[in-house]
């Protein structure tokens, strides 16, 4: 392990060996050992009995330079280094792409842009595909369509490049997944099956040692999870990058409690019936009974479950068998919803059960059985006889940390 990747980690677990630092105190605790690392060593990559060479000298700088990208924010040290290195030796790629990584960090994805298409015109590196891609999905986003799109679609052709060149190398794997996983919630694709492919490059992204450690990648594959209602492995997914965002600054935990709540209400709501008194929960039964459907999964709507996460809709009803589940609804409007005694009729009812769930309110809560219906569209549903109009339509948004 070069002592970059050393450094990376010092300042990934330094809140965790430090619990009353703040950030700034990390990243001067950083900059110290970057440039004690700096005096006692990078002096010897070069003979001390004669002079440097230029190219031994933009070296020096290169190594110097490249070690104050391990911090999240930019240092104008740093790029002063590695500015001076490709004036020095403008044939290195790695210092290239280094300068363009500093440089998105102050926010100038231009420039950084050029660095990258530098470094690539020397040598195509799955670590310099990657950053390019990066930063044009970044410029993407300041571009109206269909520019936007073009540019997207750039990107993920270097991405794959990428992948195809190192399949092992951690951040092409995770920009990969994040992508498949944007075009997911930005085109009319419905297949959960599709999102498959997006777990298993972010799983594949952990087998990478810095990958795993970093919290982005576990909140986009917990977001992915939810969506998909893999309930269990999201709060799997949401602890780790809890424990790896330790100062919180991605308000991981309050994401993981957003979530945690859900679940809860969620699955109390379906135990307690929806809290419907015995009697009036057989008449919705008896009703039910009365005029049977051939079109689809009857039941009656029996509890609203009200909750701060953006998605889904979540309902309890009850069938003419007098079994009680969850009902989810996506891709729906926010103020849609449905009043107790509502009968409704789902064409394709997909049936979800988990058992032994486990969320970690204080004390844990154990789930033996949880029973739900998910429905993708609202208009896979007929409301008291009557299919839903395409007004109640509107696309599930989901959002991931840029990567």
């Not at 070069?46 to 110097?64: F, G, I, P, S, V």
């Not at 190192?166 to 075009?183: E, K, R, V």
């Not at 008896?286 to 029996?302: C, E, Y």
């Not at 909750?307 to 979540?314: G, K, L, N, R, Y």
Request: charged fraction near 25%; hydrophobic fraction near 40%; proline fraction near 5%.
């Amino acid at each position: 392990m070069d002592f970059k990747n050393e450094l990376e980690l010092y300042k990934r677990l330094y809140f965790k060996n430090h619990p009353s630092s703040n950030k700034e105190e990390e990243s001067i605790a950083v900059i110290a050992r970057a440039e004690q690392y700096i005096k006692d060593n990078l002096p010897t990559i070069a003979c001390q009995a004669r002079a440097y060479d230029t190219n031994q000298k933009a070296l020096l700088l290169y190594n110097a330079g490249k070690l104050f990208n391990v911090l999240e924010e930019y240092n104008e040290c740093g790029e002063e280094y590695l500015s001076t290195s490709v004036r020095m030796n403008p044939k290195n790629p790695d210092a290239w792409h280094e300068l363009g990584i500093c440089v998105m960090k102050r926010r100038d994805v231009e420039y950084a842009q050029s660095c990258f298409k530098i470094a690539l015109g020397i040598s195509r590196t799955a670590p310099i595909l990657t950053s390019f891609a990066v930063a044009m999905r970044l410029m993407a986003l300041e571009h109206p369509e269909p520019a936007q799109t073009e540019m997207r679609t750039k990107a993920m052709e270097l991405i794959i490049e990428a992948r195809r060149l190192d399949s092992s190398y951690g951040p092409a794997n995770i920009a990969f997944a994040t992508g498949l996983f944007y075009c997911f919630f930005t085109t009319a694709k419905v297949e959960l099956q599709f999102l498959d492919k997006v777990i298993e490059n972010y799983r594949k992204a952990l087998q990478c040692e810095f990958s795993r450690t970093d919290p982005e990648v576990h909140i986009n594959m917990a977001t992915c999870l939810k969506f998909m209602e893999r309930y269990d492995e999201a709060l799997v997914s949401l602890e780790q990058a809890a424990e790896y965002d330790a100062r919180n600054d991605l308000e991981t935990r309050e994401k993981l409690n957003s979530f945690v709540n859900y679940l809860t209400k969620f699955s109390d709501a379906v135990q307690k019936k929806g809290r419907m008194k015995p009697k009036r929960l057989m008449e919705m039964v008896n009703d039910l009974k009365k005029s049977p459907g051939a079109d689809g999964f009857r039941a009656k709507i029996i509890g609203n479950v009200g909750h701060d996460e953006t998605i889904p809709v979540a309902l309890v009803g009850v069938d003419a068998s007098g079994e009680v589940y969850g009902i989810t609804i996506y891709n729906c409007l926010s103020n849609f919803g449905f009043v107790i005694g509502d009968t409704v009729t789902i064409a394709k009812p997909d049936f979800r059960e988990i058992k032994n769930l486990r969320i970690p309110t204080d004390p844990p809560t154990f789930v033996e059985s949880l029973k739900w219906i998910r429905v993708g569209t609202p208009t896979q549903i007929k409301k008291n006889g009557v299919p839903l109009p395409e007004s109640v339509l509107a696309r599930a948004v989901a959002s991931t940390q840029a990567k």
